[in-house]
C-alpha cells in the first residue's frame, strides 16, 4: 500500500487515500530505505542483546567455527577423500564453515525476528521487514571478526592469495541473500505456526551436512550435480574455497545456485509482504 496526500476545500483539512502496489513496488524496497537510520538501530541492538552478560563476547563469533572445525577435524577428516589432495582439513572445513555460520545463524536469527519483537509490532507501525533484515546485517559483524581469524589461518599454511579473491564479495552476498530468503519465509510462517521455531535448529542441521562444508562436493556424483547446486550454499562453498584457496575454478553449475538463491529471495519478500498486514493481529 502506498499513500497519497489530496488537498480538500478546507484549507486545514487533508484525506489519505490507499492504493494498491503492483509487482516489485510491493516489495515496499524504498520504504526501507527511507528507514535505514531504525535498521542502524535494530542491528545495533541486535549486537548488544546477542553479547550482553557474556565472559567471551564476540569472541563466540569466532569460537562456534573453530570448535566445529576441531570436531570435524577429529571425525570426519579422517575419512579418506573427504577434502581434495594435498589440502590440509582442517584449513579446507575452516573455509567452509565461516560463510556457512553467517547463513545458518542470520537464518536461524530471521526466522525468530518477528516473534521476538511482538511488544514492538503491536504497538508502532514500521515497515516489518527491517527486523529479519536487521537481524541477517547483525551477523556480518561476526562475519568479519571469524574472517579475519581465516586469513591468520591462510597465512599459517602459506596460502598466497590471487585475483580470485577480488570475487569473494559476491559469495558472500549470496549467503546472505540465500539466509534472508528463507529467513523471511521462515519468520512470516512463525508468526501463525510456532512450530518454525522448534524445527529451524533441525533444518539447519540437515543443511549443514547436505552442503559441501564438510566434505567436498566432487564426491556428489555427476548426475546428480545439477540437482545438487540448487542448493544455494553448494555455490558459496565452492566459491569461497576457489577464492581463498586456488584451485579449478566454479563451473556453469554456480549459476544455478545463484539463480536458485534470486528464487528463494524474491519468492520470500513477495510472501511476507503478502502477509505483513496481519502480523499484529496474529503475533
Known amino acids: 500500500m502506498i499513500t497519497r496526500n489530496a488537498a480538500l476545500p478546507d484549507a486545514h483539512a487533508h484525506e489519505t487515500v490507499l492504493e494498491p502496489r503492483t509487482g516489485w513496488r510491493s516489495l515496499g524496497l524504498g520504504e526501507l530505505w527511507g528507514r535505514r537510520e531504525l535498521l542502524y538501530f535494530f542491528v545495533w541492538r541486535d549486537l548488544k542483546v546477542r553479547y550482553k552478560q557474556t565472559a567471551f563476547g564476540a569472541a563466540w563469533a569466532v569460537m562456534q567455527p573453530l570448535l566445529l572445525m576441531a570436531v570435524f577435524s577429529v571425525s570426519v577428516g579422517r575419512l579418506p577423500n573427504v577434502a581434495p589432495a594435498g589440502v590440509p582439513y582442517p584449513l579446507f572445513v575452516f573455509v567452509g564453515l565461516v560463510p556457512w555460520t553467517l547463513f545458518a545463524s542470520s537464518l536461524i536469527a530471521a526466522s525468530n525476528s ?44 602459506g596460502v598466497s592469495l590471487s585475483w580470485a579473491v577480488l570475487c569473494l564479495p559476491l559469495f558472500v552476498l549470496m549467503a546472505v541473500a540465500a539466509a534472508l530468503g528463507v529467513g523471511v519465509w521462515l519468520a512470516a510462517i512463525n508468526v501463525r505456526y510456532r512450530d518454525v521455531k522448534y524445527a529451524v535448529p533441525f533444518l539447519v542441521q540437515l543443511w549443514l551436512f547436505s552442503s559441501p562444508i564438510v566434505y567436498s562436493g566432487t564426491l556428489v556424483p555427476n548426475s546428480l550435480q545439477p540437482i545438487y547446486a540448487l542448493n544455494p550454499m553448494k555455490g558459496v562453498a565452492d566459491g569461497f574455497r576457489w577464492a581463498l584457496m ?29 502477509v505483513e498486514r496481519s502480523f499484529a493481529d496474529v503475533i
Do not use: H, M
Open 246 to 274: 586456488g584451485g579449478p575454478s566454479p563451473d556453469a553449475l554456480v549459476l544455478v545456485s545463484a539463480a536458485a538463491t534470486v528464487v528463494v529471495l524474491g519468492s520470500g519478500l513477495l510472501y511476507f509482504r503478502r
Open 114 to 157: 518477528l516473534v521476538a519483537a511482538e511488544g514492538i509490532i503491536t504497538k508502532v507501525y514500521f515497515p516489518r521487514l527491517l527486523l529479519p533484515v536487521a537481524a541477517t546485517g547483525s551477523y556480518l559483524i561476526d562475519f568479519l571478526i571469524s574472517f579475519a581469524v581465516l586469513g591468520l589461518f591462510l597465512a599459517y599454511y
